[in-house]
């Protein structure tokens, strides 16, 4: 950490920020220039909120923090690009992977349906929720541990991994029960209690970004997870909220791009949820892929006018496979593979 | 609800939409002009999610949703303003009421010098995290039980009411045993089954706004509280994150009178977490008390320097018993009182 | 326009909206349900503020309005999606078009240079700043008319067609004498009386959608321009501003298919703005072409750690090059083509 | 200017910064630390974009800049807080400065009739646009030169001074015939050409903030007017754009505390184009007085319902009348005064 003091600074200011860097254990190196001190802090750790208790100090200008606040999910501390293995599925690998399904689960036609026309499309995991986070109380809320077996049920049919949404610790055991691989949404982002519960589950955890969460902030939140010892999280970008309305979200595709540069972790696209409406979802899904995405996740219903939820961002089953294609042919263009899971041949 | 059909809308587009509205239980009144044609929808319960789904229906211009979808915090089901008592102090009334207290309980010392301090300058009521949620994992995060211990004795030796933050159902008992009031915060303002659980502890709940949340959406994240029989909720307004950096958030002061258009629940005002900065606090507060705000919380902590979180926000003592007045005054300005408690005699 | 009044409005209130509704001219068509009435506003032209002026009536609940406010940039009256010729590129057609060159002209040799490794590259029109906004004034601005010049110089050297911006009104005519196409910078993207006056210049004119321009405020910005008799207008994306900072601006990508949907007009991508970092260009580049932009416009400099504006975000001629394939692959995969401007055999 | 370079970094990419700093005739000081080197950049005038430029050098890890872009704006130079006279109304000093009349000036008998109102009820400015940017060009664009002429009868009737807004350079000279203050509107506040050459006029300047202007780009746009050696340029806050739609702008109150810590400038608030809607524009207003603004700009219309722009942000008069005692209410709990201007004798 740099603390650069003001023109006018005393030699007192400058001696009271030095003697609290000691007291915390650190130490502190002056550079006096003719203009202005500077004063350098080493050691660690450095406590997480010491710049923001420095730049109000008596004399100070600016706090700049050098070292970054995530550790496991960045490069410095793992140098290759993570790759994560759900039975025959490899997320983060050179194949895209394409996440699909309602966004809840129905019953048990409907969550199969799906699940066969995704595969048969090229989708290599099953998403579906049981435990549906809603904006107001008086909406379907999902099906439960009712939603889960039908998900289990419909992996049997097809082989495919699934990936739910859990929204509390106490949820946990349960859908850790059934599930592949523990969706976190964007509401549930800083839920910090239900990400350490989560990160100690043993299997991978895709963490959605929350709606005005911060780059540093969805890593630290990840981190969250990590530090329980899993590593296996894959981040998801589905959207921010700025004031552009035409949109449900604006799906900030230069995520990808960025957390790439920041964190060895795999991130994929959603771009069901960033548009909110089902004729923009095959360009943001080919706009995703063309930026780097690891994945998508799409959502897909059998009759998206007649669903419990998010009917009017759900492809089609013939949009969807129509789609596919594309998909496969944007990746490759950007030096990608996209083919349907190896356990294809099962079904 | 109204549908707004295209110019071009077709017949048989028009008569998809009436079946769809008559199989859902709900009656289609059509209004055929020279342009185009208009479909209103009676009845009741209507989907919540049901402008969505028509918006994209072919034919569709525009859907138009007039019922609000939050029922229980608006006033057209509760006419009278929410006056909430705490112990012997009244939230909502003519009084300011004014939470004071350290942004995180770090010793009994550290927090009975601040609730005797924030009494003597005319604080109502004691804030102080025992369980914080921190953006960092490697952050301090509170005492836990010995935190709301050092609460409940900083109460009784002050008799200021309590209210601390509750971020996990499962902690709801703990710390139901000791707080007059929860406080939701920001962060878990959309966690859903946690708003249901307080609902259920029958006290007081505060329900701070989110960094993203539409002005609808809190009033729909109080009703999941209110839905579970608990009409003592108090809105927070807390700053909102926005391309401004100079700043921690933008405080959106005009949630003030918004929010008193929209419902009948009291809204207070915190500006320490909106401006992120000491120096800016006194303004905020003002303009909070200025706009309508029913009270203010406040971080004050007796070494702002020395605090475990926030301190770069927190007032000191002196600071804090310096705007007392300056609160008073405004208050007075704009037709409301401030005073300390009744309970004051006691110290 | 429709107006739905609350459920408690007085009969003199809806009376009293009928006979302004009236004194402007319109028809009021009343619709009495049993729970609420709503009055259909007909006639034109609308004055288009008055949903808002109706919105705050006694006794109205919402305003709707219908018709949109936008009429030449949209589909309704321009069924064909508008191509646009400059020499002998076509802009908006099947082929994607690429803008690339320096931020701001610097000298003859600098932009010869560039706009040969532009073109042997694949691009198609040469960009290049005379005439520079900058945030402070003590920022470089551009050679002004010697910059104009220079850039006639590398059409004439290279046969690439040009655009450059026009800041104020009393520039058009000079910059007229020069360029190819007007770019509309977005700082003055609500500069409507520059607007107005590069509409009637004769010249195509590209307009950058503002820093917080809402698409609609961007398609009236255009209508502007349209307005004075120049079909001619090309919108490009460039970012937003949002709260996230680890990229300059935020790219909205969903903005293709969100014009595409409301306007005939050709949207092209600028990746260099929106990204502000060198690095992230290319994957924005491809997003860009994969969510179905027609075109691109991209800095790039000799060396460009030494450029007098903007040298963070300019590729070197090898990233250039490099990335022109990809962009030619990635417009393949989605039914696009690419190729370098038909003039190419000139050099 | 510090660059921090990565613990990474190696000799030759120091080595590369390090002549770069010296190659535009700066002095660059090498503080090699354990665990890294950290380059202070000394010399001035710095390029403005140099910090950027470093940001991409290879083995650079963070540029921090701390020499402040502004200079005119800023306290630095400039230690006594700027008032400014006009005519007899003083701008930034104790007494709380209130300009109020019509969006649009559109005839002469409803201008007379406000601005004689808007005096009586306490004001010192009469507003009213003669020039009117509008978001569409089928709205209604103000009076031109007749409504400069009503703005001058107005004055001549009551001693008001008047203040309007001026939208392109070649208007400068007209509008200064008239008018006392000149306004920049938000849509031009960063349109340099027209901010240099209001500062060349003479009179004193306001300058909106933009839509998503950045406190320190608010700065530098006055630096604009500034540098032509014009000092009285008057800052004034009217809601910047965020995700929240329930109010047409979010109103920064925030800004007057922030700018008053960076600037001597006065600053203002327009709480009508914050607002948009009537009902909310007293709150808005005295959280704006108890910020600590030196002045208000309110809408006032003499039937607000039949204005030809901003019928619905405008008090009418008797709003208005109501709400200045409260204005002065406010003001004296802050420690200032409001009192009609000096020249309510001459009416």
New interface residues.
């Given amino acids: 950490m740099?603390i650069?003091m003001e023109r006018t600074a005393t030699r007192q200011q400058i001696d009271a920020i030095v003697s609290?860097i000691q007291a915390l254990g650190l130490a502190a190196?002056l550079?006096e220039?003719?203009?202005?001190t500077?004063i350098?802090v080493?050691g660690s750790?450095l406590?997480?909120?010491l710049d923001?208790?420095f730049?109000?100090?008596a004399g100070v200008?600016?706090v700049?923090r050098?070292t970054k606040?995530?550790k496991l999910t960045g490069w410095d501390f793992h140098p290759h690009k993570t790759t994560i293995a759900v039975r025959d599925v490899v997320i983060g690998g050179d194949q895209i992977t394409v996440m699909a399904g309602p966004c809840s689960v129905e019953s048990e036609e409907q969550t199969v349906s799906t699940a066969r026309a995704a595969k048969a499309a090229g989708a290599h995991i099953l998403r579906g929720g049981a435990y549906k986070?809603?904006?107001?109380?008086?909406?379907f809320r999902g099906l439960g541990r009712r939603g889960l077996e039908i998900l289990a049920t419909a992996r049997e049919e097809t082989g495919m991994p699934i990936i739910t949404e859990v929204?509390?610790?106490?949820d946990i055991d349960e859908v850790g029960e059934f599930t592949d691989i523990f969706q976190i949404g964007a509401?549930?982002s800083?839920?910090?209690?239900?990400l350490?519960e989560v990160g100690k589950a043993g299997k991978p955890v895709m963490l959605k970004r929350g709606?005005?969460m911060?780059?540093?902030?969805w890593l630290?939140a990840a981190?969250?997870v990590m530090?329980q010892g899993n590593p296996d999280v894959i981040l998801c970008e589905r959207g921010?909220?700025?004031?552009?309305?035409?949109?449900r979200n604006?799906?900030?595709?230069?995520?990808?791009?960025?957390i790439r540069?920041m964190s060895h972790l795999p991130i994929i696209v959603d771009p069901s949820h960033?548009?909110?409406?089902?004729?923009?979802v095959p360009?943001?899904a080919?706009?995703?892929?063309?930026?780097?995405a690891d994945g998508l996740m799409i959502e897909t219903h059998p009759s998206p006018?007649h669903?419990l939820?998010?009917?009017?961002q759900s492809l089609t089953f013939a949009q969807f496979a129509e789609l596919m294609p594309?998909v496969a042919?944007?990746a490759?263009?950007?030096g990608r593979s996209f083919s349907a899971a190896e356990t294809s041949a099962v079904v």
């Avoid at 911060?214 to 902030?217: D, Q, R, S, T, Y």
């Avoid at 960033?274 to 923009?280: I, N």
């Avoid at 939820?309 to 009017?312: E, H, I, K, Q």
């Fill in positions: 740099i650069v609290r190196h550079s220039g003719e203009e202005r500077i350098g080493v750790p406590p997480p909120t923001s208790e730049e109000i100090h200008q600016q700049v050098i606040k995530y986070p809603r904006t107001s109380p008086y909406e929204m509390t610790p106490s509401r549930n800083q839920n910090y209690l239900l350490e709606l005005s911060l780059m540093e902030e630290l981190e969250y530090a921010i909220r700025t004031f552009e309305s035409a949109t604006t799906l900030d595709v230069s995520a990808v791009p960025v540069g960033a548009a909110g409406k089902r004729a923009l360009a943001l080919l706009a995703g892929i063309a930026a780097g006018d669903a939820s998010d009917g009017a594309r042919a944007v490759a263009a950007v």
